[in-house]
Nanobody, 124 residues
Framework: QVQLAESGGGLVRAGDSLRLSCAPS????????MGWFRQAPGKERDFVAA????????IYADSVNARFTISRDNAKDTVYLHMNSLKPEDTAVYYC?????????????????WGQGIQVTVSS
């Protein structure tokens, strides 16, 4: 069982940047693709970005493309979400997740392990 923990969230202003981190507690990463999702109050959990095990491939939701960057450092067992030009509509609880399936995945159901989530609030 892989347990994930997010860090780096908080309250920022529109236009600011923030970096989220995700690392496993205990057992290290599986050879998993990693993803970030977010869930705003009253809404479904939405895909944000994903990265392959070797960091060679990434995909993004249209709403964050060109503003957010996902990266990973396998030596540190850490995945990052760099968020630039933040908007109030980016306000949500952000979750990292790991998928044992090959390839890049956009659907939450294709992820096996999840973190508890971390709040990101962007004020206007």
């Amino acid at each position: 069982q892989v347990q994930l923990a997010e860090s780096g969230g908080g309250l920022v202003r529109a236009g600011d940047s923030l970096r989220l981190s995700c690392a496993p507690s205990g057992r290290t990463f599986c050879n998993c693709a990693m993803g970030w999702f977010r869930q705003a109050p009253g809404k479904e959990r939405d895909f944000v970005a994903a990265i392959s095990w070797d960091a060679g491939s990434t995909i993004y939701a249209d709403s964050v493309n060109a503003r957010f960057t996902i990266s990973r450092d396998n030596a540190k067992d850490t995945v990052y979400l760099h968020m630039n030009s933040l908007k109030p509509e980016d306000t949500a609880v952000y979750y990292c997740a790991a998928s044992r399936l090959g390839g890049l995945r956009r659907r939450a159901a294709e992820y096996d392990y999840w973190g508890q989530g971390i709040q990101v609030t962007v004020s206007s």
